[in-house]
DNA sequence: GAGATTATGGGATATCATGGGAAAATATGG
DNA sequence: CCATATTTTCCCATGATATCCCATAATCTC
């Protein structure tokens, strides 16, 4: 199970923590950090979950910058500078840091979030409120998906 | 886990020490030399910093110039004639040197700042100012990466 | 319905950041 | 070449934090 699907509610505890869902952590049991990288996205109230493999995947890509340039100081500090390591405990429990629980409005529950490669973490009712206009903005515009780029091809 | 990711803000010291934050180390580990390269950046008011290996990547970058030339004898100049190897003791601190602390205007306090395959070393005053700059910029101008390359990076 | 897996709670333990003193290494001066 | 001063490195102590471990309840699977 390579993608993250579903959306799962769990509890976070007096200590800050919550369990990550299983089946999240299945998706990530082939990667050489044990636990999730987490941020705060820059576009919505909440945090942004991957693998430690999608952020080697973004580092790559960010080798397209010339180093040293303006391009890839500000990407890296976007998104490097703000991710975290959170290890996850033999029960498959994470620890939510205090500035990104304050950024997505997270106090005692926590709504993981599955985006295929990437996932989510919400404040449930602030999910349910943006996944909702979400919907709508969909069946509005008849929202398409491109068709899928060729794969290969010159380097 | 070979990236440096995050931010950590750790004291300076009155001998000016610092600790090298935990997971930089750990991602560091695999080095030879137990410690850090640093450099004065010769883009912001920070201190560079990465691992040996990093500093080989960059001297097979510089292959690029002709040997001898006046771009070559530059970058060798700013970046290997300035850079300094901090070695760590037992506990994990290293001695910043006190014209790196100037250049980056570091007195009782340092925040190190996950980039990549690098960190940066600020005043985190300074950063913060930087950091909040260059997120404007990145939103203002809709910042992406290239697509990703068809060759390598996980599936 | 029985066994296994998962989510949750709380106490014990280890790790980390930090401070200060002792010992060693280096530099300075006669 | 030795004595002294200065710097650097090492060692130990401490508080705060994060991690581990065990126990229990809810859920899922077969």
Chains 1, 2 share one sequence.
């Not at 919505?44 to 397209?64: H, K, W």
Request: hydrophobic share 40%.
């Amino acid at each position: 199970m390579l993608l993250f699907l579903s959306t799962f509610q769990n509890k976070v505890d007096k200590k800050g923590r919550v369990s990550v869902p299983a089946t999240f952590r299945a998706a990530l049991a082939p990667q050489s950090f044990p636990g999730i990288i987490a941020f705060r996205s820059f576009t919505s109230a909440c945090i942004e979950g991957c693998g430690m493999d999608f952020m080697e995947n973004l580092s790559s890509r960010t080798d397209q910058f010339d180093l040293f340039s303006a391009e890839q100081d500000d990407f890296t500090s976007l998104i490097f500078a703000d991710a975290r390591q959170l290890a996850w405990d033999p029960e498959g429990r994470i620890g939510l840091p205090e500035d990104l629980t304050a950024h997505a409005g997270i106090t005692d529950t926590a709504a993981f979030v599955g985006k295929g490669r990437t996932f989510q973490i919400w404040n449930p009712e602030a999910y349910r409120a943006a996944s909702e206009e979400a919907r709508q903005r969909a069946l509005r515009t008849r929202l398409t998906l491109p068709a899928q780029r060729p794969e290969g091809g010159p380097a």
